[in-house]
């Protein structure tokens, strides 16, 4: 006996609100997918659409619905997942990919263990009678629906399946002897950045706790909040001299010109205090961003919290735009595209500390236990 995989949830409602499973798992493929470029993206969003297809089980319907014990659930999409894509001509590159993919998937509510060349990441908790508990032909049909190059394969008799996954052994060892030399400068990159990993764990976090993606300053944004800071700029009425308020905006003209004229992705600013560095900074920040083609992130990093907290709240007065202020002393605001709070206590904490806003202000301690004062752009 099966559930239909129509009636199969992801987490207990919380009325009027639902959380069907497949709705969860078109979300994770879909977010998982968009930080990934290049044929990868498929292999990515097929992961996401199968990380939880073991909750599909009716033992695991009936222990979220408190019917029965906990029962474990990833090691069915990781064999899933590792079958699909294995029936494709891949280069060892691409192979070793899908490999680190498949143990994503399934220690994805676990530790996240190196790869083993002789046993598959899903043998561990390998368990024969669950495939038995799974409506296939539904999956096969919302497969079919999201990915169709992956699904065809898919057998929709649980036994052909359970066979079929019990070969995958000899094709994982296979796989592992036709690695790259582990010393080449692109798998190592590759394997210390971890992208594919990253996306997949923050599209399944974030959709768990109903965060929605925050994409950062959009280009027309961008030009807004220029329009507001240079009208800031002829209103100015910051305290002191005539002379000193013209030495203000001769530097940033200045820095203007020498930002525009830059041939380098890094610019030094040096300025003493009171001369204007978070405006000419942020007019610097905003133009880059106002000619960019895609949303970006600002990342305002300071090393003491007095500065931090100051430049947030001129930030927020000079370019109207949401600010987050994060250290170790902060106390989580509502930030305006998280719903976290309605879905779980926890949810807001994780929207701040994944840094869930267009701006954000942070110390060096926080980003990376060094440095003095300085403004970063950067993709999402």
């Known amino acids: 006996m099966v559930i239909p995989l129509e009636e199969c949830i992801a987490r207990p409602d919380r009325p009027p609100r639902t959380f069907p499973l497949t709705q969860h798992l078109r979300n994770v493929g879909q977010h998982a997918a968009q930080w990934v470029t290049g044929p990868r993206r498929d292999y990515v969003r097929l992961a996401g659409l199968l990380h939880d297809i073991g909750k599909a089980r009716r033992s695991w319907q009936a222990y979220i619905r408190n019917d029965g014990p906990r029962v474990p659930h990833a090691f069915l999409g990781?064999?899933?997942?590792?079958?699909?894509?294995?029936?494709?001509?891949?280069?060892?590159?691409?192979?070793?990919?899908?490999?680190?993919?498949?143990?994503?998937?399934?220690?994805?509510?676990?530790?996240?263990?190196?790869?083993?060349?002789?046993?598959?990441?899903?043998?561990?908790?390998?368990?024969?009678?669950?495939?038995?508990?799974?409506?296939?032909?539904?999956?096969?049909?919302?497969?079919?629906?999201?990915?169709?190059?992956?699904?065809?394969?898919?057998?929709?008799?649980?036994?052909?399946?359970?066979?079929?996954?019990?070969?995958?052994?000899?094709?994982?060892?296979?796989?592992?002897?036709?690695?790259?030399?582990?010393?080449?400068?692109?798998?190592?990159?590759?394997?210390?950045?971890?992208?594919?990993?990253?996306?997949?764990?923050?599209?399944?976090?974030?959709?768990?706790?109903?965060?929605?993606?925050?994409?950062?300053?959009?280009?027309?944004?961008?030009?807004?909040?220029?329009?507001?800071?240079?009208?800031?700029?002829?209103?100015?009425?910051?305290?002191?001299?005539?002379?000193?308020?013209?030495?203000?905006?001769?530097?940033?003209?200045?820095?203007?010109?020498?930002?525009?004229?830059?041939?380098?992705?890094?610019?030094?600013?040096?300025?003493?205090?009171?001369?204007?560095?978070?405006?000419?900074?942020?007019?610097?920040?905003?133009?880059?961003?106002?000619?960019?083609?895609?949303p970006r992130r600002l990342i305002y990093v300071a090393p003491y919290l007095s500065i931090v907290e100051q430049t947030a709240e001129v930030i927020r007065q000079t370019t109207e735009i949401p600010v987050l202020v994060h250290h170790h002393l902060s106390l989580p605001d509502r930030l305006p595209q998280s719903r976290a709070n309605e879905e779980k206590p926890e949810g807001i904490l994780l929207a701040m500390e994944s840094w869930q806003a267009p701006v954000i202000v942070t110390t060096f301690n926080q980003l990376f236990r060094a440095g003095s004062t300085s403004i970063i752009v950067g993709s999402p």
Not at 247 to 267: C, D, G, L, M
Request: charged letters at 20%.
């Open 78 to 294: 990781a064999a899933v997942f590792f079958y699909l894509v294995s029936s494709h001509s891949l280069s060892a590159d691409d192979q070793r990919f899908v490999m680190w993919l498949t143990r994503d998937v399934a220690h994805h509510h676990s530790h996240l263990g190196d790869l083993d060349p002789g046993e598959p990441p899903w043998l561990s908790q390998w368990q024969p009678a669950a495939v038995h508990e799974v409506d296939w032909p539904a999956v096969r049909q919302f497969l079919l629906e999201e990915v169709p190059w992956s699904a065809e394969r898919l057998p929709t008799d649980p036994q052909k399946i359970i066979q079929a996954i019990q070969r995958l052994e000899r094709t994982w060892r296979s796989w592992a002897m036709m690695w790259p030399r582990i010393s080449e400068m692109s798998i190592v990159t590759q394997e210390l950045v971890r992208t594919a990993t990253a996306s997949l764990i923050q599209a399944d976090r974030f959709d768990a706790a109903d965060i929605e993606i925050d994409l950062g300053i959009t280009p027309d944004a961008a030009q807004r909040a220029l329009k507001i800071i240079r009208q800031h700029l002829v209103e100015d009425t910051h305290p002191g001299t005539p002379m000193l308020q013209a030495y203000r905006h001769h530097a940033q003209e200045a820095v203007w010109n020498t930002f525009k004229s830059a041939t380098t992705p890094i610019v030094l600013l040096q300025m003493p205090t009171g001369s204007g560095k978070t405006i000419a900074a942020l007019v610097c920040a905003m133009d880059l961003i106002a000619e960019s083609d895609a």
